[in-house]
Nanobody, 124 residues
Framework: QVQLVESGGGSVQAGGSLRLSCTAS?????MGWFRQAPGKEREGVGG???????SYAASVKGRFTVSKDNTKNILYLQMNSLKPEDTAMYYC?????????????????????WGQGTQVTVSL
């Protein structure tokens, strides 16, 4: 059983930066970050597979960076140039079955373990 614990959320002004962390216990294959704003569906933000390949949503590409410390099994999300529309609950997710396609890193149903979420609020 995999447990995921996120940290690093908070409030920031537009244009600012935040870094989220997700500490995983147990075996993980691919990991990813997802977010959900009130009244909206959960969407993929960015993910990384076992080989270190990444995939990003178009809305965050060039601003957000996913990375992973494999020695400590910690997933990071560096968020720069934050916008008010980035405001959401951010979730860390992991899977242990393997993904066929890189695009699946942004598909919530491909992940079977989830963290509790951390709130990110971006104000003008």
């Amino acid at each position: 059983q995999v447990q995921l614990v996120e940290s690093g959320g908070g409030s920031v002004q537009a244009g600012g930066s935040l870094r989220l962390s997700c500490t995983a216990s147990g075996y993980t294959n691919s990991m990813g970050w997802f977010r959900q704003a009130p009244g909206k569906e959960r969407e993929g933000v960015g993910g990384i597979d076992k080989a270190g390949r990444t995939s990003y949503a178009a809305s965050v590409k060039g601003r957000f960076t996913v990375s992973k410390d494999n020695t400590k099994n910690i997933l990071y999300l560096q968020m720069n140039s934050l916008k008010p529309e980035d405001t959401a609950m951010y979730y860390c997710a992991a899977e242990d079955r393997g993904l066929w396609f890189l695009s699946w890193l942004l598909v919530p149903t491909k992940f079977n373990y989830w963290g509790q979420g951390t709130q990110v609020t971006v104000s003008l």
